[in-house]
């Protein structure tokens, strides 16, 4: 199976490989797939006060596509607002990726872990907001 | 011999200064080169002896039947068989075919029921699928943790209808060797036929037919550095197995197996099998010595790696390892100048990890994260050596970035996490 550059760019060099404090009430937490599926994603964005995504953070266990997939959702959310990182769709990864067909699911998957993410986030915050 | 170890055995030296280099080649459980010896024997019969081996009437047919009737002389010999006893095929998926298909429809009526593995080779359990269609009982038997199958297991399976057992010599994914003569014992004194695909075993580890009562037994020409496009199934005499064949025509072969013999083809697998009876001490000191070698290296740095399959029952080029947080193909892909082969899902289309790994009661995660490494004839330490190296950093970096491995330091049961199926 032949790759295209861009994914072998993201394997080789994976951006924003690490981990955020899950803890701070500022991260959102995005933890996707299962290891019995050979699939998981741990996508963490750090959001500030503005709302805006300033940080992005994954880590990943499956194949190369998967890294690849996740590696490039934490440069495109970041500087994006929760709102627009929130329209990131599965479809633009793969296509960017050139992921073949058997691949598609690591781009759902990586656009679930975005997902995740906010949704974590605005959890934390809906409790933070309503204690106001 | 020269040109083999001057293009395939360098070690790359990764500094990027040489051209670009092939893979390491360890693989060899997958498919072999053909050695250049056999190439050599194959030569003349292409051109200058290029007759039609079943050709009655002129020097030409003489010759290339006289090649061809060495070869069988050849591989026989090997098995401590008559060399009546072996059929020409175009490999061990058509001798597995022949074997079982064969016996079952020949003795449909006296018996009509089959015993083999969980983690027989694809030929064997689809060929088996197939006479289920036709109306066939077949019982799949697990194996141990091990790999290996429990006799006390297969004894009670075995009924006064079966007509077969067909038991690998050798695991294509984790090199386990099963205990032929046992099974021989075991199937003869309750008058069952025994097959053995032994396309893993043949010319690696000692076989006599006799001694292991065995009477069927399939035979690949590119597992032992032969050519491709060739095999042999040895059909046992005394007493006369009966099969019905699954090619008609000519009736050469005995009947078995209709159709013109590629005599260079055999001529190659002939003369693979004789270099393989001659060097097999030899050999499998050799790839024993590569194996733990390179075994140790990897264990002695990566905590958390599994063997799969029994150690000490095993062929002596294969290694069948997980390494815990990293998928297969994740780590393929960072070994890209290592040519090895992964059980994990990835790989295959199915997206189902190695039902081989999953028979042994491997868990699916531990499945994802398996690697095959086989090591073969013209395999030298020095690229044992690298590839333990690059296996040893690959699997370090991707567990940096794995989140299960995060987890398993944190001290997190990941077997506790409700995950989402996807």
């Known amino acids: 199976m032949a790759y295209s550059e861009k994914l072998i760019d993201h394997y080789e060099h994976p951006r924003n490989v690490g981990s955020l404090d899950k803890n701070d009430d500022n991260v959102g937490t995005g933890l996707v797939g299962a290891p019995a599926c ?95 | 011999m020269t040109t083999i170890s001057e293009t395939n055995a360098a070690p790359r030296k990764n500094d990027g200064s040489n051209l670009p280099k092939r893979p390491i080649y360890l693989d060899y459980q997958a498919t072999t080169p053909t050695d250049p010896r056999v190439v050599e024997a194959m030569m003349p019969y292409f051109f200058e002896k290029f007759g039609n081996p079943h050709s009655r009437n002129h020097e030409h047919g003489w010759e290339a039947e006289e090649a061809v009737e060495k070869a069988r002389l050849q591989v026989a010999e090997v098995i401590a068989a008559d060399e009546r006893e072996i059929v020409f095929t175009s490999g061990a998926t058509e001798s597995n075919n022949l074997a ?58 075995i009924t006064d209808k079966t007509v077969l057992v067909s038991v690998m010599g050798a695991n294509n994914e984790i090199g386990v060797i099963q205990p032929l003569a046992a099974i021989g014992e075991m199937c003869r004194a309750r008058g069952v036929l025994f097959h053995t695909d032994c396309a893993q075993a043949y010319g690696k580890i000692p076989l006599d037919v006799n001694a292991m009562k065995i009477d069927l037994m399939s035979i690949s020409g590119h597992k032992i550095y032969g050519p491709k496009g060739i095999g042999a199934l040895y059909v046992r005499r005394k007493p006369r197995i009966r099969l019905v064949p699954l090619i008609h025509g000519g009736g050469q072969e005995r009947g078995f197996r209709s159709g013109t013999l590629p005599t260079p083809l055999c001529v190659g697998l002939g003369a693979a099998a004789e270099i393989c009876k001659k060097e097999m001490v030899a050999e499998t000191k050799k790839l024993t010595a590569l194996r733990d070698r390179f075994y140790k290296s990897v264990t002695d740095r990566l905590p958390e790696v599994f063997l799969n399959g029994d150690f000490e029952n095993r062929l002596p080029g294969n290694l069948n390892i997980s390494f815990a947080y990293v998928e297969g193909e994740g780590l393929m892909m960072g070994i890209k100048d290592l040519s090895v082969s992964s059980g994990s899902a990835c790989t295959s289309a199915s997206l189902e990890p190695s039902y081989v790994l999953r028979a042994l009661g491997v868990s699916e995660e531990l499945a994802h994260t398996s690697l095959r490494v086989g090591f073969g004839r013209f395999t030298t330490e020095d690229e044992v050596d690298y590839a333990a190296d690059r296996i040893v950093e690959a699997v370090q970096k991707l567990r940096a970035m794995s989140p299960l491995w995060e987890m398993a330091q944190e001290g997190i049961d990941i077997s506790k996490i409700k995950w989402a199926a996807h």
Request: glycine share 6%.
């Open chain 2, 100 to 157: 079982i298909a064969g016996v079952a429809r020949f003795y449909k009526d006296k018996r009509n029921h089959i015993i083999t593995l969980q983690t027989e080779h694809k030929c064997v359990l689809d060929t088996c699928r197939h006479l289920e269609m036709e109306g066939f009982t077949v019982t799949y038997l697990p194996v141990k943790k091990d790999g290996l199958v429990d006799l006390d297991v297969l004894k009670n399976a």
């Open chain 1, 38 to 132: 050979g699939d998981v994603m741990k996508l963490q964005i750090k959001v500030s006060p503005e709302g805006i995504i300033e940080d992005a953070k994954f880590k990943t266990f499956g194949c190369g596509s998967a890294i690849a997939s996740s590696s490039l959702v934490t440069e495109w959310v970041k500087g994006k607002t929760l709102d627009e990182a929130a329209t990131i769709k599965n479809t633009q990864i793969a296509q960017h990726l050139a992921l073949p067909p058997v691949k598609i699911h690591c781009s759902v998957l990586a656009e679930d872990a975005i997902k995740a993410a906010i949704s974590d986030y605005k959890a934390k915050h809906g409790t933070a907001k309503a204690a106001e």
